[in-house]
Structures are given as C-alpha cells and as structure tokens.
C-alpha cells in the first residue's frame, strides 16, 4: 500500500471502480444472456406445438409415413438438429438422425424441469432440447382406426434438439462489448482521478510541506499560497503561517 496521500485516493477509488464495473458488467450480460435464451425457449415450445398440429391429422387417420415426411421436412427447412417421436412406452417410433432411433424415455418420470433441457454437446457448444407431451385428446381415444383407451393420458412425447450455437456466439459478442466499455469507462474515470488528486490534492500538499519547511527555518518571507484548492486546505494553511507570524511580531513589539 503506497504512503503517499495521492496514491492512496488514487488507488483506492480506482479499484471501487473497478469492483462497480466488474458487478455491472456481470449483471448485464447474465440478463441480456437470459433474454436471449428465453427468447429461443419461446420460439423453441411454439414450434414444438407447430409440429404437432402438423401432424395432428395424419397422426389421427393413422398416417404415420406422412406425419413423419411433414417431421422430416420440418426439421430441414427449419435448421432443426433432430426431431424424434416417443410411444406411450418411451420408445422411439421416429426420428430424423438413424442412430439415435434405439434410445428410450420413462415418460412417466417427466417433470417441468426435464421438459426443456439445456446442455454442452461434444462440439463444445450448448444445446437445447425441448420435449412437448402428446396426450389422449377425445378425438383419439374415440377414433375407430387405432383408438387408445380414455384412461391413458400420455400418447407419446415430441423431442426437438436445436443448437445454441448463435445464442453463444451472441452472448459472447455481449461480454466482449461489456468489456470494452468497461475497460474505456475504467480507463476514463482513472485518468480523471489522476488529474484530479494531482491539481486539488497532491500540488495543494506539497506547497503546504515546502511552506511549512521554509516557516521552521525561519523564512518567514516566503507566500505560503494555496488559497482556491479547498476550504480545508485554506484553514489549514492559514493554521500554519498564523503563529510563526504572530510569534514575529511579538519578537518585534519587545524590541521595540
């Protein structure tokens, strides 16, 4: 820790500064970051429901190769990563990626939080699954081709995986903007406080020092000049060359 009065102001607002910078810049690229991601939750569940109402049709008379080609379609015009289509026993019934058609689910140990699932892939960057319950509407457990009895709630579970790759790209943009103001705010508010603890602390202290030197040697004749800085340093300087001079002119009233 330096001992000098300047540098110590100079130092310890510099890093209140920079601890202020730090928690702003963390606030606002975890909420802009959010946004970001509920916005892609947003988008991510409106298409899930798309899908479904895609197919709604060709899933109730029984038309599984043109629900699936609707699915397919969907996931190649849409940039979407995978769309997979779960049965009421957690298997995989459908999927646009060949190899991901041997996995299973337990759909009954599907809560809110498993439902939207966000995850790093092996490619390093986030992913995003969204899973959307197909359940037992009357319209299905009434149907005459393949009716599912009424008391099965869950027919199945619509699995879309989509990339975050942009949503990272972004948030990474944000830190290095947040950064860069940061860094040009930091810079600016450290070299005003440099001027400033210079001209209204640092010159006003050493001309009291060199003054107070000059009056325990006697010289009496030098200025002791720092009036304008402050009305602390005025009533300190003033402190200072009052008694040496009030000693002088006592030391000249014996005399006489």
Same mark, same amino acid.
């Given at each position: 820790?330096?001992?000098?009065?300047?540098?110590?102001?100079?130092?310890?607002?510099?890093?209140?500064?920079?601890?202020?910078?730090?928690?702003?810049?963390?606030?606002?690229?975890?909420?802009?970051?959010?946004?970001? $991601?509920?916005?892609?939750? /947003?988008? !991510?569940?409106? *298409?899930? %429901?798309?899908?479904?109402? @895609?197919?709604?049709?060709?899933? =109730?008379?029984?038309?599984?190769?043109?629900?699936?080609?609707?699915?397919?379609?969907?996931?190649?015009?849409?940039?979407?990563?995978?769309?997979?289509?779960?049965?009421?026993?957690?298997?995989?019934?459908?999927?646009?990626?060949?190899?991901?058609?041997?996995?299973? $689910?337990?759909?009954?140990? /599907?809560? !809110?939080?498993? *439902?939207? %699932?966000?995850?790093?892939? @092996?490619?390093?960057?986030?992913? =995003?699954?969204?899973?959307?319950?197909?359940?037992?509407?009357?319209?299905?457990?009434?149907?005459?081709?393949?009716?599912?009895?009424?008391?099965?709630?869950?027919?199945?579970?619509?699995?879309?995986?989509?990339?975050?790759?942009?949503?990272?790209?972004?948030?990474?943009?944000?830190?290095?903007?947040?950064?860069?103001?940061?860094?040009?705010?930091?810079?600016?508010?450290?070299?005003?406080?440099?001027?400033?603890?210079?001209?209204?602390?640092?010159?006003?202290?050493?001309?009291?020092?060199?003054?107070?030197?000059?009056?325990?040697?006697?010289?009496?004749?030098?200025?002791?000049?720092?009036?304008?800085?402050?009305?602390?340093?005025?009533?300190?300087?003033?402190?200072?060359?009052?008694?040496?001079?009030?000693?002088?002119?006592?030391?000249?009233?014996?005399?006489?």
């Amino acid at each position: 820790m330096p001992r000098r009065l300047a540098r110590k102001l100079i130092l310890s607002i510099t890093v209140i500064v920079l601890i202020v910078a730090a928690v702003s810049g963390l606030v606002n690229v975890s909420t802009e970051e959010k946004q970001l $991601l509920n916005t892609v939750l /947003l988008g !991510a569940g409106q *298409l899930s %429901k798309g899908i479904s109402s @895609a197919t709604w049709h060709a899933m =109730l008379d029984d038309h599984r190769e043109a629900a699936y080609q609707v699915m397919q379609t969907i996931a190649l015009k849409q940039g979407i990563d995978r769309i997979r289509m779960f049965n009421s026993a957690g298997r995989v019934t459908f999927s646009t990626n060949q190899e991901d058609r041997q996995e299973s $689910l337990d759909l009954r140990k /599907l809560d !809110a939080k498993a *439902l939207v %699932k966000v995850y790093r892939g @092996a490619d390093g960057w986030r992913r =995003l699954d969204m899973r959307t319950p197909i359940y037992n509407e009357t319209s299905c457990s009434q149907a005459e081709c393949h009716a599912h009895p009424s008391d099965v709630k869950t027919l199945g579970l619509l699995d879309l995986s989509l990339s975050l790759q942009d949503v990272d790209h972004e948030v990474a943009g944000i830190k290095y903007r947040v950064l860069l103001v940061s860094g040009v705010e930091v810079t600016l508010i450290g070299l005003f406080i440099i001027f400033f603890t210079r001209r209204f602390v640092g010159q006003p202290i050493e001309r009291l020092i060199a003054g107070t030197k000059a009056i325990s040697q006697m010289e009496l004749d030098q200025p002791l000049d720092i009036a304008g800085n402050s009305e602390e340093l005025d009533e300190l300087a003033t402190g200072v060359a009052a008694p040496p001079l009030r000693s002088r002119a006592a030391g000249a009233d014996a005399r006489r």
